[in-house]
């Protein structure tokens, strides 16, 4: 997917179950690549937008990324459009979502206190190895060595969507240009998936896509504007 992804299990579990956990994580990463990425001509992403490959065909997460990507765009108003560069591209959904799994795995197999970050795109659950609470910074948009919050909680997704790495990539779909007004936008929320998706949404949407936050219920939200001005959610779980 282009990203780093991290693993940090806290359970005092022996080393090969532990060892045997990362390796299901790190597999199932290599297997989301395999099947979503945008850069591989022999993905299932890009070979159903070449028209190679029919949807009865494809396995049954890519027929479900789909079918969420299209609920997803009526929930934004056409903001989350997997379509916003022409052809398709769900990575704004599928990192999280992939995070998400690997999250939702780990707790099924007896690893309640856990860590997975998906270049940015964190969910966290229980406790760190110290025992206490995790720590989730959000990055500073002008200043890759700094943070401009952290986090703190138990039971966190924390997605992150923002220009300060590619530029303004992500596409206004009704001006088609691309979106402007808003540097860095994080949601927290219980779902890594559509916290990821609502954080591209809402860059999309520029300005309005603060009111939009505001308004959206079971999540949280911190939003650098292009002009510097940090606004943020009255409950967010922020690290006092």
């Known amino acids: 997917m282009g990203t780093a992804i991290s693993l940090d299990v806290a359970d005092d579990l022996p080393d090969a179950t532990l060892r045997a956990l990362a390796d299901d994580v790190f597999d199932w990463m290599r297997e989301v ?16 937008d070449r028209g190679e490959l029919l ?5 049954e997460d890519f027929r479900a990324v789909l079918a969420t990507c299209a609920d997803l765009w009526g929930a934004t108003d056409g903001f989350f459009d997997a379509y916003a560069t022409g052809g398709l591209d ?5 990192k ?3 995070a998400q799994v690997a999250s939702d795995r780990l707790l099924a ?3 309640v206190n856990h860590c997975v970050n998906a270049g940015g795109d964190v969910r966290a659950r229980g406790h760190s190895a110290a025992g206490r609470p995790w720590r989730i910074g959000v990055r500073h948009p002008w200043d890759a060595n700094a943070t401009c919050l952290v986090l703190a909680g138990t039971d966190l997704a924390v997605a992150t969507s923002g220009v300060y790495e590619r530029g303004h990539h992500v596409q206004d779909p009704r001006r088609g240009a691309p979106a402007r ?8 929320g219980p779902d890594l998936g559509l916290a990821d998706a609502f954080a591209t949404a809402a860059v999309a949407m520029g300005r309005a896509g603060v009111t939009w936050l505001d308004r959206l219920p079971g999540h949280t939200h911190a939003v650098v504007t292009d002009n510097a001005r940090l606004l943020r959610s009255g ?3 922020v690290l006092s």
């Open 96 to 98: 999280g979502w992939a």
């Open 235 to 237: 409950d967010l779980p």
């Open 181 to 188: 007004g808003l540097r860095s936008v994080t949601v927290v």
């Open 109 to 111: 197999a007896g690893a």
């Open 90 to 94: 769900p990575s704004g959904y599928v």
């Open 55 to 59: 949807l009865s065909e494809a396995s």
């Open 33 to 48: 690549d395999a099947r979503f990425s945008t850069y591989r001509e022999d993905s299932e992403v890009r070979r159903f």
